[in-house]
């Protein structure tokens, strides 16, 4: 047994519904009840006990908040990490009304084959520990930026060392030298690449989407991830109406990301599917581009989460907090739907169900506010309300 840790003086403690994380078929996210005068125990790394302060049993250290409010980490499911230069002249040009583009990632992918690994791994570090700093503890990250098989490779490996979860996304766009060979290229995905890959992914992703991959070369990808029991996760219905989120349901993804543009049959078949609806309106607000409709994913029963999608192009925020306040104020969620979403609905899009609550044998990630109350978040945008960070009961910001 090892030390053990007493938090206490908890104003606001959000555990999260453990029924619903743990039981992928109690799908209706549930609203936190967050307790008042909450304290709770850690013990190698994990929840040992929570409860009532006055109930705390003894323990070897103690902490006290000073009426401060807990949640458990936030859990970002969406980011692409691996990449070099930056695209902010191309977010100013969209400002000023150039629409975004999937042919914009290629600017990107020329600056990743040019650097080196460090600069990657670094670009990677720095980013994570951004993102620490804004109370995330658990972070997947996507390769997607290098297009050849080494390139993939080596952002892939980079990613499983520094993050939580890997996605190899290798039919991220199709490479420029490539643009008259799309079939041989798919082939070098599902094959070759895949084949290197295979090792180090926690999933395969495909960018499903028009001026990315259409709906027979994504099924040709996702047929070879599920030959080698790879989980899927798809890129879907970010800038149209399309075949990806149907295509996430039939082959049992771990989630849909975007969902920005949905028919009612595609609310439907996530809400009827194990698929999280995975929400990234940092994208949004940074392509200017309508929010996805969050209402209408959440009273069908839909689960949901909320993810930053991280990235040089289309969105290039760390802060889980900003894109749950977007949630709120642009989406309509509640403090609580958007809160859950950002933690339980995160781990579910990893098929993760130790992390995203605070129950008893839960990993002790967890995120100390500045605030009594985790509508703060919401209530006082922009501000840094992060007071400290704790991932597997060690602080990590
Ligand atoms: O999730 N949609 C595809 N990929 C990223 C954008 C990447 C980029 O523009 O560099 C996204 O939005
Ligand atoms: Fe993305």
Same mark, same amino acid.
């Given at each position: 047994?090892?030390?053990?840790?007493?938090?206490?003086?908890?104003?606001?403690?959000?555990?999260?519904?453990?029924?619903?994380?743990?039981?992928?078929?109690?799908?209706?996210?549930?609203?936190?009840?967050?307790?008042?005068?909450?304290?709770?125990?850690?013990?190698?790394?994990?929840?040992?006990?929570?409860?009532?302060?006055?109930?705390?049993?003894?323990? +070897?250290?103690?902490?006290? *908040? =000073?009426?401060?409010? &807990?949640?458990?980490?936030?859990? /970002?499911?969406? #980011?692409?990490? !691996?990449?070099?230069?930056?695209?902010?002249?191309?977010?100013?040009?969209?400002?000023?009304?150039?629409?975004?583009?999937?042919?914009?990632?290629?600017?990107?992918?020329?600056?990743?084959?040019?650097?080196?690994?460090?600069?990657?791994?670094?670009?990677?570090?720095?980013?994570?520990?951004?993102?620490?700093?804004?109370?995330?503890?658990?972070?997947?990250?996507?390769?997607?930026?290098?297009?050849?098989?080494?390139?993939?490779?080596?952002?892939?490996?980079?990613?499983?060392?520094?993050? +939580?979860?890997?996605?190899? *996304? =290798?039919?991220?766009? &199709?490479?420029?030298?490539?643009? /008259?060979?799309? #079939?041989?290229? !798919?082939?070098?995905?599902?094959?070759?690449?895949?084949?290197?890959?295979?090792?180090?992914?926690?999933?395969?992703?495909?960018?499903?989407?028009?001026?990315?991959?259409?709906?027979?070369?994504?099924?040709?990808?996702?047929?070879?991830?599920?030959?080698?029991?790879?989980?899927?996760?798809?890129?879907?219905?970010?800038?149209?109406?399309?075949?990806?989120?149907?295509?996430?349901?039939?082959?049992?993804?771990?989630?849909?990301?975007?969902?920005?543009?949905?028919?009612?049959?595609?609310?439907?078949?996530?809400?009827?599917?194990?698929?999280?609806?995975?929400?990234?309106?940092?994208?949004?607000?940074?392509?200017?581009?309508?929010?996805?409709?969050?209402?209408?994913?959440?009273?069908?029963?839909?689960?949901?989460?909320?993810?930053?999608?991280?990235?040089?192009?289309?969105?290039?925020?760390?802060?889980?907090?900003?894109?749950?306040?977007?949630?709120?104020?642009?989406?309509?969620?509640?403090?609580?739907?958007?809160?859950?979403?950002?933690?339980?609905?995160?781990?579910?899009?990893?098929?993760?169900?130790?992390?995203?609550?605070?129950?008893?044998?839960?990993?002790?990630?967890?995120?100390?506010?500045?605030?009594?109350?985790?509508?703060?978040?919401?209530?006082?945008?922009?501000?840094?309300?992060?007071?400290?960070?704790?991932?597997?009961?060690?602080?990590?910001?």
């Amino acid at each position: 047994m090892g030390k053990t840790l007493l938090v206490t003086g908890i104003g606001e403690l959000t555990v999260n519904n453990p029924q619903a994380v743990d039981n992928p078929s109690a799908r209706r996210d549930s609203t936190p009840e967050p307790y008042a005068d909450a304290a709770f125990v850690v013990e190698d790394g994990r929840i040992a006990w929570y409860g009532p302060a006055f109930d705390a049993p003894a323990a +070897d250290e103690r902490l006290d *908040l =000073g009426g401060k409010a &807990v949640i458990p980490g936030f859990v /970002d499911s969406h #980011a692409h990490l !691996v990449f070099a230069g930056d695209r902010a002249a191309e977010f100013a040009a969209r400002m000023t009304g150039t629409p975004y583009a999937a042919g914009g990632i290629r600017t990107t992918v020329a600056a990743t084959r040019a650097a080196d690994d460090d600069q990657l791994r670094a670009n990677v570090r720095r980013l994570v520990h951004e993102m620490a700093r804004q109370g995330t503890t658990t972070v997947e990250c996507k390769t997607g930026y290098g297009l050849t098989l080494e390139d993939e490779l080596r952002s892939l490996r980079i990613a499983k060392e520094e993050c +939580d979860a890997a996605t190899f *996304l =290798g039919a991220h766009v &199709v490479p420029a030298e490539y643009a /008259d060979l799309r #079939a041989a290229y !798919v082939d070098l995905v599902r094959g070759p690449m895949l084949d290197a890959c295979a090792e180090y992914a926690d999933f395969v992703d495909v960018f499903c989407e028009r001026g990315a991959y259409n709906e027979a070369e994504t099924r040709l990808i996702l047929d070879a991830a599920k030959a080698r029991g790879i989980p899927v996760r798809l890129h879907a219905n970010q800038l149209g109406h399309g075949p990806g989120v149907r295509l996430a349901v039939e082959y049992e993804a771990a989630s849909a990301d975007h969902c920005t543009y949905l028919s009612d049959g595609d609310i439907e078949a996530l809400a009827c599917s194990e698929t999280v609806a995975t929400l990234l309106p940092g994208v949004e607000f940074s392509t200017r581009s309508p929010y996805p409709d969050a209402r209408a994913l959440l009273d069908a029963g839909a689960s949901v989460a909320i993810a930053t999608d991280c990235n040089p192009g289309s969105c290039y925020t760390s802060s889980m907090p900003f894109c749950f306040a977007l949630a709120v104020r642009e989406m309509r969620m509640s403090p609580g739907e958007a809160l859950y979403a950002a933690t339980a609905g995160g781990a579910r899009a990893l098929r993760r169900g130790d992390i995203g609550h605070l129950a008893v044998g839960a990993r002790a990630d967890f995120t100390v506010l500045d605030a009594p109350s985790f509508l703060h978040l919401a209530y006082r945008p922009g501000v840094p309300l992060i007071h400290s960070v704790w991932k597997n009961g060690d602080r990590v910001g």
